[in-house]
T-cell receptor
């Protein structure tokens, strides 16, 4: 089945620790995204990548890092610099080209909590 | 003021009711309007997609866009308990890559 796989489903971070969230897609999409979802707030864009080996900061990139070494994979690292990391993290992908990135396909999310 | 405003609810309706979900926005450059459905602790899934103004129907779902009023709606006919979810509106400008802006979502509960 084509889709986006996020792992793990639940993740706990200790103080001062970096953690990495995995995102893999087999939809052959060029573009991939990371969003953060907090109660009472809309989805906020952390980072996005339109092509392999290239990525841009979104609205709330501070304290996060990403890499895009393969088309299928877009891991997100939550660093110790992110002081409020507890949230539901969503990875998404889309086709590129004119007028296509509004059709986002999402993974099932990772809930990150601080111990 | 947020670019996209959406009442978070919750909205409770009896099974079979017509549901109306709405968003207002302030950015007149928005051209693409989407509705996503999100079940609890799952990723959103695209439900409806509309370009510019007008209506679009898909089964029990109808999306309406009124650009003059900066107002979009999603109607659900003959609502079912399986429609219980959070509905997120989303929109973006036209042209190349443009950021998608999401509303906070309206939580809907359809009571059997």
């Amino acid at each position: 089945d084509g889709g986006i796989t996020q792992s793990p489903k639940y993740l706990f971070r200790k103080e001062g620790q970096n953690v990495t969230l995995s995102c893999e897609q087999n939809l052959n999409h060029d573009a991939m995204y990371w969003y953060r979802q907090d109660p009472g707030q809309g989805l906020r864009l952390i980072y996005y990548s339109q092509i392999v080996n290239d990525f841009q900061k979104g609205d709330i990139a501070e304290g996060y890092s990403v890499s895009r070494e393969k088309k299928e994979s877009f891991p997100l690292t939550v660093t110790s610099a992110q002081k409020n990391p507890t949230a539901f993290y969503l990875c998404a992908s889309s086709a590129t080209g004119a007028s296509t990135n509004e059709k986002l396909f999402f993974g099932s999310g990772t809930q990150l909590s601080v111990l | 003021q947020k670019e996209v405003e959406q009442d978070p609810g919750p909205l409770s309706v009896p099974e079979g009711a017509i549901v109306s979900l709405n968003c207002t926005y302030s950015n007149s450059a928005f051209q693409y309007f989407m509705w996503y459905r999100q079940y609890s602790r799952k990723g959103p899934e695209l439900l409806m997609y509309t370009y510019s103004s007008g209506n679009k129907e898909d089964g029990r779902f109808t999306a309406q866009v009124d650009k003059s009023s900066k107002y979009i709606s999603l109607f659900i006919r003959d609502s079912q308990p399986s429609d219980s979810a959070t509905y997120l509106c989303a929109m973006r400008n036209s042209g190349g890559y443009q950021k998608v802006t999401f509303g906070i979502g309206t939580k809907l509960q359809v009571i059997p």
